[in-house]
């Protein structure tokens, strides 16, 4: 399966359904950035990165590998979008002050990878990562979470996700690690935005797919009926992870 189809055949999806990034994340890199010139968003999305970014830095550079989320992507004159693998671009050496990868880092093959983000970050650059994998509301909520969505599409996620999971805890980092702060991701959703959610991961997709909507509507079902009214909002909190590092060669 190549998962990256996934993604391209459901862009507008992904645009309307992936929660924002805390301020505080973006704040942080602006901190540690010794020069705020250029900035490369890989494997951008639609992006949701990139604009945020375009705050901090004179130019941002953003790239996907799915040309539906390139052409769905949010447009700013400060933007520039590419279909590029993350692995093989046409930038130039030395071309970057920060290179951030949010929520695809685990999707990479990173014997290619790093050799490239090594050829285009400059000196003294900053390199980022950071994702969310699963959430909390509340105690039984959670538990009809899990029940009745999360362990009907277990089978269909792919293998590169439990990375992610892990909290990238695994992953070697070429660079100079850095420290960086406990930052918490939050949103307030009500229970169609909590479902337009889920119904974007890949493994609901696949799930779908293959076995049809019952268990969506089902689940959906047996979780309003705790709920209540279904314009309330509740807090959702994300499990969120960072690595950071600078290149010191």
């Known amino acids: 399966m190549e998962y990256s189809k996934l993604f391209n055949k459901n862009s507008k999806l992904y645009l309307s359904s992936r929660p924002a990034y805390p301020k505080e994340l973006y704040n942080y890199l602006n901190s540690i950035c010794k020069e705020r010139g250029v900035a490369w968003d890989c494997a951008c999305g639609n992006g949701q990165v990139a604009i ?37 671009t046409n930038f130039k050496d030395n071309s970057f002050d920060l290179i951030c990868v949010a929520q695809a880092l685990h999707w990479f093959n990173y014997d290619t ?71 918490e991701m939050s949103i307030e ?38 709920w209540g009214n279904e314009e309330n909002k509740k807090k959702v909190k994300m499990n969120f992870c960072m690595i950071v590092g600078r290149n010191e060669y």
């Open 189 to 226: 959703w009500d229970i169609n935005e909590l479902f337009a959610y889920m119904q974007s991961w890949s493994a609901t997709r696949l799930c779908i797919e293959a076995e049809g909507t019952d268990f969506y509507s089902n689940a959906y079902k047996k979780i309003k009926g705790i």
């Open 52 to 88: 945020d970014l375009i705050r901090y830095f004179n130019k941002v550079y953003a790239t996907d590998i799915s040309e539906n989320q390139i052409s769905n992507s949010i447009k700013h004159e400060g933007i520039e979008y590419y279909v590029q693998s993350s692995d093989k």
């Open 113 to 183: 990878f790093w050799s490239e983000v090594k050829r285009v970050l400059k000196k003294d650059g900053i390199f980022a990562a950071w994702g969310y994998s699963w959430f909390n509301i509340d105690k039984e909520i959670d538990t009809l979470i899990q029940s009745e969505f999360r362990e009907k599409i277990r089978t269909y996620w792919a293998p590169q996700n439990k990375i992610l999971w892990d909290n990238y805890e695994n992953i070697n980092l070429p660079f100079k690690k850095i420290n960086s702060p406990d930052i």
